[in-house]
Structures are given as structure tokens and as C-alpha cells.
Nanobody, 124 residues
Framework: QVQLVESGGGLVQAGGSLRLSCEAS????????MGWFRQAPGKVREFVSV????????YYADSVKGRFTISRDNAKNTVYLQMSSLKPEDTAVYYC?????????????????WGQGTQVTVSS
């Protein structure tokens, strides 16, 4: 089992930046593939980014590619999402998730553990 706690959300103006963090506790953090998802009001949860266990491989949704960067520090049991050039359409609750599989899944049902989410609001 692993417990995930996100932080770093908030209100930011369009064009601004935020860094989200997700700290894990429990079993070995480095044994999990980690993903970020988001859910806007009235919409389904959507994939944002994923990072491999070692951190060597990453993948992004087209909507955030070039603006967001995922990273992890296995010594600190933490995965990050650096968000830049934020747009109003990035407004959502952002969730981190952990998968026991080494595959870089983009589908939420492939993830085994979820955090409680952190709100990101981008004003125009």
C-alpha cells in the first residue's frame, strides 16, 4: 500500500507557473510508476503526465506538452509537476496516482492508488 498527498495548488493568473508535489508514504516509492491526472468540473478525469520508476522515461498529454514537466525524487518519495504558461483551461483538481505496473499507462483505471487532489485555478 502507498498513501499519496498532493500539495502546491492554488490560484494563479494566466501565463503563470505552479509546482505541484505529491509525497508518498508506505511501500517503496521507487517501485511505482507515477502519474498526474486532472478533472475539471463536469468533465471526466483526464491524463496529464506519467513518469517511470527510475524517472528516465516520461510522457505527456498533447494539451500540456512543452508547458508541464514531470519529475521525481525517489530519495524524497516525491513526484512533481512543474506547470508553466498556465491557461484558464488548465483549471482543475489535479491528482497524483501510483501504478504497480512499469508500463506508462495513460488510463486512470490502470492506477492502483490515488491522492485526494489539489485545486489549480487559472484566472484570465
Amino acid at each position: 500500500q502507498v498513501q499519496l498527498v498532493e500539495s502546491g495548488g492554488g490560484l494563479v493568473q494566466a501565463g503563470g507557473s505552479l509546482r505541484l508535489s505529491c509525497e508518498a508514504s508506505g511501500r517503496s516509492f521507487s517501485s511505482y510508476t507515477m502519474g498526474w491526472f486532472r478533472q475539471a468540473p463536469g468533465k471526466v478525469r483526464e491524463f496529464v503526465s506519467v513518469i517511470s520508476r527510475s524517472g528516465e522515461s516520461t510522457y505527456y498529454a498533447d494539451s500540456v506538452k512543452g508547458r508541464f514537466t514531470i519529475s521525481r525524487d525517489n530519495a524524497k518519495n516525491t513526484v512533481y509537476l512543474q506547470m508553466s504558461s498556465l491557461k484558464p483551461e488548465d483549471t482543475a483538481v489535479y491528482y497524483c496516482a501510483a501504478s504497480v505496473s512499469p508500463v506508462l499507462f495513460t488510463t486512470s483505471r490502470r492506477y492502483d492508488y490515488w491522492g485526494q487532489g489539489t485545486q489549480v485555478t487559472v484566472s484570465s
